[in-house]
């Protein structure tokens, strides 16, 4: 009883502090926002119609890369990334260049240059590249001006004012008919992502209409800002624009675009300058733009096999669900096979009844988040930020468990003293817990993605369930190999790999929930420019992300060496003797020691293993 009620205790510390650490990290998280976007933006040029010729175009480029070229000499790292992603966003980009270079002369000739500007914004962040950074710029400078004189001298071509005031038309012609059908979203329903982008494009114009005539008007701020909510979760979120850039093109570019989204809200909740929301509203629209063009490209005959396979529905259909699924699998096959290891197989229906609820769950609440918010919106992000966080509280108070028995003497002593107390109706309850909050925590999400798939498949509807059934399918093998293999692994390397198996989703789970309440607002986030994304490993290049994986993998490592500490000292206590003959490797020796004796436990328990805990469960019953 007295070893029960101290194990209890110790644990009850182990959850307490926790708590603590997750109280600390958010406190960490929250404080490190409040110093976020204390700058604004400066102004660039970047309209269309200010550009009488292409020519002038060139040399507004030009100006852009020579002032960058500049800021890069005189060690400023920042200001010569912003003039280089002006002079392509709010020039090549804003001012439609890059569009009339693709119909007139190629796709060939902008991704020339595209790839110049990209180069150039790589080696902004590299050390002594002066030289390298001035060849690139002459020849992009050189190479648009070659361009503009070509465009200039085509009669049949607009000038850029008069191209711009067209397509200005264009819009307004189209936006009554935009405006009346957005709450009726439904998906592409056979547009192109050029044109969703087209679209989304409407939305922030009006947006930016609206906040230059609010004149500080708290109230049609608050409309302006809620236009660019349903810019982001309307439609780059919903109708999967989001997911097929993560996938065709790259994480990072999801973050860059998230990025400028929040970016844009900030500004005009911050009172900025309608020229500084200007800037910031234009670069979005400009990477949409671009975006926009490479998944277009994606679905064409001569686009490689893995582009067409992603932005494929067959594609979206399976890496959606293989991506949210795979989390929650390895956390659900975990816990399962602990169980059976541990002798209790009539306990894991709890855990598949946690399972399927976490299902049911998430059906219900991308139903509700359906009819209050219209499909999702800053309260889902919310939502599965504080999900994930609690999810990760649980992992790190599984994980600590499971490592403090790692040896088979902790193992044998657990069962003397505690053999039916593990799986307890409040431990049971955890365990069964943990599981409904691993599905739970994507499932939503998820059945919100296939909806827009299902919106954007024009009929397609047996490859969607083909890539479901697919990626379902990868995930059962996944599962039966992690739920057959471990049963004949044995009792250290099960537990030491289970728990650092969930030791690393503690980790991936703080930075995707922290990550989460960013995208909801709830954090404010400190982004870092140039930082890789890896959305399988919850690494976003925010300050607030990095932090808090930084304290739960110290809290995890701390977790861990306080276990080691505390099992070489149980050991040494009943080997004293072995202890005194060889201090210099007392951890490892008393370890296999103590291991070697209990190994003739588990020999004579393996015989009646079975009976012997049924026996003990019928004695709690009594």
């Not at 993560?246 to 500004?267: H, L, P, W």
């Not at 976490?358 to 999900?387: K, Y």
């Amino acid at each position: 009883m007295r070893a029960s009620i101290t194990s209890r205790q110790r644990y009850s510390g182990v959850f307490a502090l926790v708590i603590l650490c997750i109280s600390v990290m958010l406190c960490a998280c929250s404080s490190v926002s409040s110093f976020a976007f204390a700058e604004g933006s400066e102004g660039s040029e970047g309209s269309g119609g200010s550009y009488a010729t292409w020519t002038s175009v060139s040399q507004a480029i030009d100006n852009e890369l020579s002032k960058g070229k500049s800021e890069y000499k005189d060690g400023n790292i920042s200001g010569a990334s912003t003039r280089f992603q002006a002079a392509y966003n709010s020039v090549y980009v804003g001012s439609n260049f890059i569009t009339v270079v693709r119909d007139t002369i190629g796709q060939d000739k902008v991704q020339s240059q595209s790839n110049q500007f990209q180069q150039l914004q790589t080696l902004v962040y590299q050390q002594n590249q002066g030289s390298k950074i001035d060849l690139i710029v002459n020849a992009l400078n050189a190479n648009i001006l070659d361009t503009a004189k070509k465009l200039d001298a085509n009669p049949k071509l607009d000038k850029p004012n008069v191209y711009a005031k067209k397509l200005s038309e264009q819009i307004k012609a189209e936006r009554k008919k935009l405006d009346a059908a957005k709450k009726k979203n439904l998906g592409r329903n056979g547009r192109t992502w050029s044109q969703v982008a087209s679209e989304m494009n409407v939305i922030l114009d009006k947006s930016l209409k609206i906040y230059d005539h609010a004149k500080g008007n708290k109230t049609d701020v608050a409309k302006a800002v809620d236009l660019i909510n349903d810019a982001y979760y309307q439609y780059y979120e919903k109708l999967g624009f989001e997911k097929n850039v993560m996938n065709a093109i790259s994480g990072s570019r999801v973050s860059t675009v998230e990025y400028q989204f929040k970016e844009c809200r900030q500004s005009m909740n911050g009172s900025a300058s309608v020229n500084q929301v200007k800037k910031v509203v234009g670069d979005l629209k400009a990477m949409l733009v671009e975006d926009s063009a490479k998944l277009d490209g994606g679905t064409s005959s001569n686009a490689n096999s893995l582009m067409q396979f992603i932005t494929s529905p067959f594609g979206q259909a399976f890496v959606i669900l293989l991506r949210e699924g795979l989390e929650a699998l390895l956390v659900v096959a975990a816990i399962i096979a602990y169980l059976i290891k541990s002798g209790y197989k009539n306990m894991v229906k709890y855990i598949y009844l946690g399972l399927i609820a976490g299902i049911v769950a998430s059906l219900v609440v991308a139903g509700l988040f359906g009819l209050l918010f219209n499909g999702s919106g800053p309260q889902q992000e919310i939502t599965e930020g504080v999900v994930a966080l609690f999810a990760m509280l649980m992992l790190l108070y599984t994980s600590n468990w499971m490592i403090s028995r790692s040896s088979v003497q902790a193992w044998n002593s657990y069962i003397r003293e505690q053999t039916t107390s593990a799986v307890s109706s409040g431990s049971l309850i955890s365990l069964a817990l943990l599981s409904f909050l691993a599905v739970f925590r994507e499932g939503a999400e998820t059945v919100i993605f296939y909806q827009a798939i299902f919106a954007v498949s024009n009929g397609a509807d047996s490859t969607i369930w083909g890539g479901f059934v697919s990626a379902a399918l990868v995930l059962v093998v996944i599962f039966l190999l992690i739920r057959f293999a471990s049963v004949r692994i044995p009792i250290r390397p099960f537990f030491t790999g289970t728990s650092a198996l969930m030791s690393v989703l503690v980790v991936i789970f703080a930075g995707g929930g922290v990550h989460a309440l960013i995208e909801g607002d709830a954090l404010a986030g400190m982004y870092i420019q140039g930082l890789p994304t890896n959305d399988w490993l919850g690494f976003y290049p925010y300050v607030e992300t990095i932090v808090a994986q930084v304290i739960a993998a110290i809290v995890v490592i701390a977790l861990l060496c306080a276990s080691i500490v505390r099992s070489r000292k149980q050991c040494m206590e009943k080997n004293p003797k072995q202890a005194s003959e060889d201090d210099s490797s007392r951890g490892s020796s008393c370890s296999s020691s103590c291991d070697e004796k209990s190994l003739h436990v588990v020999s004579s328990q393996n015989a009646t293993g079975s009976l012997s805990a049924n026996h003990t469960h019928s004695e709690n019953k009594s």
